[in-house]
C-alpha cells in the first residue's frame, strides 16, 4: 500500500437501490464516498425490475390516504416472517422506513406514488394492508441524467414501442379488450408516448426511474461511482475492514475505507455453484431475471473474513416461462380467468393466484423423482388468448413460431392431443379440467380457494362473473405453457444486525463490514409482504448502514 492510494471515508460496492441510497446518505452526512460497480452500467437488478418499493407508513401513503399504522405493520409482518427473523430485525425496518423515503424525496428529483389497490401479498393477515403499501416512482425525465443516460442498465423486458408504462398501468393494461378502464389506460399511455416524441423526451418508469432518480442524488452529492470495477477482496487492519481490492481498468488495486465498506452487490443467483450448493434442484442460472453480474462476489468476500449467512436456500421466486429471449417473470398471466396451472401428473397444486414466492415454494416442496412438479404446465385456451395480454401480446396475438419452436409452448385442438404432446396423463388432465371447470361455474375454487384473497383479485378480471380470477378452460384450441421456478434474485446472503453490520456465526459484529439489499439475508425471511418488500428493506438497511458508519445511528 502506498500514499497513492485512493482513500475515502466509506466505499459502497454495488449500484442498486441499496447501495445508491447508502452512497447518498453517508454522502449527505458529510462523509466522502465511492460508489464501485462490476457492470459496465448503473442501477443493478433495480433497474430491470418493476421498481416498487414497500415501506409503511411514509409520507406519499398518508398524502394518499392510506390507512395504516405502526402497530399494524409490525403485527403483519411479525405474522408473516415468524421467527425466521428476529424482531428487532423487523422493528428497525419498519421504523425507519418513512424517514428513507422522505430522505429520498428531499435528496434526488424522484416522485413517489401510491400503487392504488396493489394489496399486501396476505391483506387477510392480521395487520395486513388490502389497499396495498406499495410506492412507485413517477415518470421521470431522462434528461436529468445528462450523459449517464448511456450507462443506465436497461429493464429486462422493453415495454412495446417504448412506452412509459408504470405498475399501476401495467394492472389496466393487461384489459385492454376487456374492461373501459382498460381501454382508457391504453389510451393514455399511447398519448403520453406520443407527447413525448413531440417533445423530444424520454420518460423513464419503474426501475429505471428509481435508479435513474437515485444516481442523480449521487451527481449532486459528488459522489463518484466506478464502473466496470468489480470488487475481488476485503482486507482488514487491526480486525477492522479499512480496504476494498478491485479490479480497475483491468489491473487490482486497493482503495482505502477509513470508516468502513457496504456490500450492496447482489445475490448469488448467476453463480451456478452457489446456488447447486445452497439450493434445491432442480436449479441453475438460466431461469432468473436477476442482473447477470449478480454471481455472489461481495456474499463470498464476507465469507472469507468469517462472516456468517442465512436463508440461502431461498429466493424472490417466481413461476416463470423460458422464452427464446430469456425468462419471463408471470405476475397477471397465471391470475387471470381461463387458465390452470397443473404438474406432469396433469393435477393441480396450487391456488395459480397465489404470491409468486409461494407458487414456487409448492413447485419445489411437492416435486419427487415419482411425481415432477418442475417444470409444470399452465393449461388455457382460445377465450383466454382472445381476452388478456400475455408475456407483452396483445389479445388475439398469435404466440410467436420461435416460442414454439423453444418448447416454451405447445398448442393442440382438444385437451386429450395437448396431454399427449406435453407427456401428461389425458385422463388426468381432462379430469382436473372438468372439476377446475365446475369450481369456474361456480365461482368456488374448492381445492385452492383461488379469487378469495384481495391479492388474487389485483390481477383479476372484474367483468368475470362470479369469481374474477375463475373462469373455464373449454374454448378450443388448448395451450400448454411451460413453467419453471424463475427468481428477480436470490434472498440468502450476509446476516446482520438491525445497523446494517455483518456478523459473525457467534453473533459478533466483523467491524467496518455492512451489507444490504441481496447481499444481507432478506428480512422478509422466507415469505414476502407485498410489492416492493425486495426494494423498500434493501433501501432501509443501505440507509441504516451509511447512518452508523457515520455516526447518526
Request: some cysteine; overall charge positive; aromatic content about 8%.
Amino acid at each position: 500500500m502506498t500514499s497513492a492510494e485512493p482513500e475515502f471515508d466509506v466505499v459502497v460496492a454495488g449500484s442498486g437501490a441499496a447501495g445508491m441510497t447508502a452512497a447518498l446518505t453517508a454522502a449527505r452526512h458529510g462523509l466522502r464516498v465511492l460508489l464501485v460497480e462490476k457492470a459496465a452500467t448503473f442501477g443493478g437488478s433495480t433497474a430491470r425490475s418493476g421498481g416498487g418499493v414497500w415501506a409503511p407508513n411514509n409520507e406519499v401513503l398518508r398524502a394518499a390516504g392510506v390507512p395504516d399504522t405502526p402497530e399494524q405493520a409490525r403485527a403483519y409482518l411479525a405474522h408473516i416472517v415468524g421467527d425466521a427473523v428476529d424482531t428487532e430485525r423487523q422493528r428497525a425496518f419498519l421504523d425507519h422506513a418513512p424517514e428513507v423515503i422522505s430522505f429520498v424525496l428531499a435528496n434526488t428529483p424522484l416522485r413517489f406514488g401510491w400503487v392504488p389497490d396493489y394489496s399486501d401479498y396476505y391483506p387477510e393477515a392480521p395487520g395486513g394492508q388490502p389497499r396495498g403499501r406499495s410506492i412507485e416512482a413517477q415518470p421521470l425525465d431522462a434528461r436529468v441524467l445528462g450523459a449517464e443516460r448511456a450507462n443506465l442498465n436497461p429493464p429486462y423486458l422493453k415495454a412495446p414501442t417504448g412506452m412509459a408504462v408504470t405498475q399501476a398501468d401495467y394492472r389496466w393494461m393487461n384489459l385492454m379488450a376487456r374492461h373501459p378502464r382498460g381501454l382508457l389506460r391504453t389510451v393514455r399511455v399511447a398519448s403520453r408516448r406520443a407527447i413525448s416524441l413531440l417533445r423530444r423526451r424520454e420518460l423513464l418508469t419503474m426501475g429505471q426511474a428509481l435508479s435513474a432518480g437515485l444516481r442523480v442524488g449521487l451527481a449532486e452529492a459528488g459522489v463518484p461511482v466506478w464502473l466496470n470495477t468489480p470488487l475481488l477482496s476485503l482486507h482488514t487492519a487491526g480486525n477492522r475492514v479499512s480496504w476494498v481490492e478491485v479490479s480497475r481498468d483491468g489491473k487490482p488495486i486497493l482503495v482505502r475505507a477509513k470508516r468502513g465498506v457496504i456490500i450492496t452487490a447482489g445475490g448469488f443467483e448467476h453463480n451456478e455453484r452457489m446456488r447447486k450448493e445452497y439450493q434445491r434442484g432442480p436449479i441453475g442460472t438460466e431461469w432468473t431475471v436477476g442482473a447477470p453480474e449478480n454471481t455472489g462476489d461481495g456474499i463470498e468476500a464476507g465469507l472469507r473474513l468469517g462472516a456468517a449467512v442465512e436463508l440461502m436456500d431461498d429466493a424472490w421466486w417466481g413461476p416463470s416461462i423460458e422464452l427464446p429471449r430469456g425468462p419471463y417473470f408471470c405476475l397477471a398471466e397465471r391470475t387471470l380467468p381461463g387458465c390452470l396451472l397443473v404438474n406432469q401428473s396433469g393435477r393441480r397444486f396450487v391456488n395459480e393466484a397465489a404470491p409468486y414466492v409461494d407458487a414456487v415454494h409448492a413447485m419445489y416442496d411437492n416435486h419427487t423423482e415419482a411425481d415432477p412438479h418442475i417444470p409444470a404446465w399452465l393449461i388455457a385456451d382460445q377465450r383466454y388468448r382472445n381476452r388478456y395480454v400475455f408475456a407483452g401480446l396483445g389479445p388475439r396475438q398469435p404466440f410467436p413460431g420461435r416460442w414454439y419452436k423453444h418448447g416454451a409452448v405447445v398448442k393442440a385442438p382438444t385437451l386429450a392431443e395437448l396431454a399427449g404432446a406435453i407427456n401428461v396423463p389425458a385422463a388426468n388432465l381432462m379430469s382436473t379440467v372438468d372439476k377446475f371447470n365446475m369450481f369456474a361455474r361456480n365461482g368456488v375454487d374448492e381445492d385452492f380457494h383461488r379469487g378469495e384473497s384481495a391479492y388474487d383479485r389485483y390481477y383479476g378480471d372484474p367483468r368475470n362473473r362470479p369469481n374474477p380470477c375463475l373462469g373455464p378452460v373449454d374454448r378450443a384450441p388448448f395451450y400448454a405453457i411451460r413453467i419453471v421456478p424463475g427468481d428477480l434474485g436470490t434472498k440468502g446472503g450476509l446476516r446482520t444486525d438491525t445497523r446494517a453490520r455483518v456478523l459473525r456465526p457467534d453473533g459478533t459484529v466483523i467491524a467496518g463490514l455492512y451489507a444490504a439489499g441481496n447481499a444481507a439475508a432478506a428480512v422478509m425471511g422466507h415469505t414476502y409482504a407485498g410489492p416492493g418488500a425486495t426494494l423498500g428493506p434493501a433501501m432501509v438497511f443501505g440507509y441504516l448502514a451509511a447512518l452508523d458508519l457515520g455516526g447518526t445511528a
